[in-house]
């Protein structure tokens, strides 16, 4: 067996490895974690919160123990490792499982879509790829919008007490046991302890997650600590996008709404023309809106005599009043002045166009806002 360099761990190293000892790989991990594996594997699958319909990503899922766990809630697992030897025993092991794909892939360049699975979860394998980082930037390209990857990893115990007897423990209790349980698996889990003290602390790895794009990062320790914990969730590009989109939709409507205002404007302030200028005038600042201003202001010319005409109707009742005092018993028999006075009203009908034009621009303004 080759051993792998903890420093470039090249794929091809690190899953020849792995294919030495897949055969009692689960065995192993079982006897050397005192059963705590099993735990964390809980842990992780409630982190991952999988559900019926759900496609899930498992990288490094190896013989894929993990992926069965998150397949037993009804999602479908994409069981992705870059050892052929775990996945040949994966697929031996779970060959009933239609819920399991296995599939060999590199974490770094992953062979799958973009946006295309609700969650990923990578268990003790981060620290085993060539580089991590970039593996997280893929974990964040592959996943959903909205959706989470979970990363359960060995970490740094914060207390120095669970620290030295863990460091012991790794360096050399952990290799002689699994020599003992696998011949060729000694060196296998030197390499691994190795790459478990080079790896960062929970606070580093929390900061790659954020550096990768994922927000809502947190950690919990388990076991105090010698396994961390990790999430984030990528994005929801569309509720930012809805955010922008509301005010983008409304300014061009409001726009279109003061497009149009002028024409509705332009009949208020043929209106009230006569009595301020000022109104006519705004929409003459623009140069676009000059020949529509340019049609109303005749409109407005047009009724000014209608309103000087209206100013001689006011003296020519009062001639009519003293014709009603001199001759008020004859036209009491005859009640014929009475209804001149009723019809003279309805010289003012001129007056109700104003309505209907403002109604017109009140419906002009209402359909531009639309």
């Known amino acids: 067996m080759i051993r792998p360099d903890t420093a470039t761990k090249h794929a091809a190293d690190v899953s020849s490895m792995f294919d030495e000892v897949s055969p009692r790989y689960d065995l192993i991990n079982d006897v050397l974690t005192v059963g705590n594996d099993r735990l964390w594997r809980i842990a992780t699958t409630k982190a ?22 998150l397949a037993a809630h009804g999602a479908n697992v994409v069981a992705a490792d870059f050892s052929e030897g775990m996945l040949a025993e994966g697929r031996k092991r779970h060959a009933d499982n239609e819920l399991i794909e ?25 620290r085993n790829v060539s580089d991590p980082r970039a593996a997280l930037v893929e974990m964040f390209r592959v996943v ?17 007490v669970v620290r030295g007897p863990y460091a012991f423990y790794g360096r050399h209790v952990l290799p002689r ?32 997650l954020r550096d990768a794009g994922f927000e809502r990062v947190a950690y919990r320790n388990l076991t105090l600590g010698i396994v961390a914990l990790h999430r984030g969730f990528v994005p929801r590009e569309a509720r930012p996008a809805a955010a922008v989109e509301q005010p983008a939709t409304k300014m061009p409507a409001a726009k279109k709404a003061a497009a149009k205002k002028p024409a509705a404007a332009q009949s208020a302030a043929a209106e009230s023309a006569p009595a301020d200028e000022s109104v006519t005038a705004k929409p003459a600042a ?24 209206k100013k001689p109707a006011a003296p020519a009742k009062k001639p009519a009043a003293a014709q009603k005092s001199t001759a008020a018993k004859s036209a009491a028999a005859r009640g014929t002045s009475a209804k001149p006075a009723a019809k003279k ?17 009140t419906s002009d303004d209402t359909g531009g806002t639309e």
């Open 102 to 126: 296995f599939v060999h892939a590199d974490a770094t360049a992953l062979p799958f879509e973009d946006n295309s699975f609700d969650a990923a979860t990578i268990s003790y394998g981060l």
């Open 345 to 361: 009203p309805a010289a003012k009908k001129p007056a109700s166009a104003k309505p209907q034009t403002a109604a017109t621009g």
């Open 48 to 69: 991952v919160a999988p559900r019926k319909g759900m496609r899930i990503l498992d990288l490094a899922a190896g013989t894929g123990t993990s992926s069965a766990a």
């Open 144 to 160: 959903k919008p909205g959706g989470r990857i979970v990363i359960a990893e060995f970490s740094t115990p914060p207390s120095a």
């Open 177 to 208: 046991v699994a020599a003992a349980l696998n011949r060729d698996a000694a060196d296998a889990y030197r390499y691994l302890n190795d790459s478990i003290e080079a790896w960062p602390n929970q606070d580093a790895l929390a900061g790659w």
């Open 286 to 309: 623009t140069p676009a809106k000059k020949p529509a201003a340019a049609e109303k202001k005749p409109a407005a010319a047009e009724k000014k005599p209608a309103a000087s005409a």
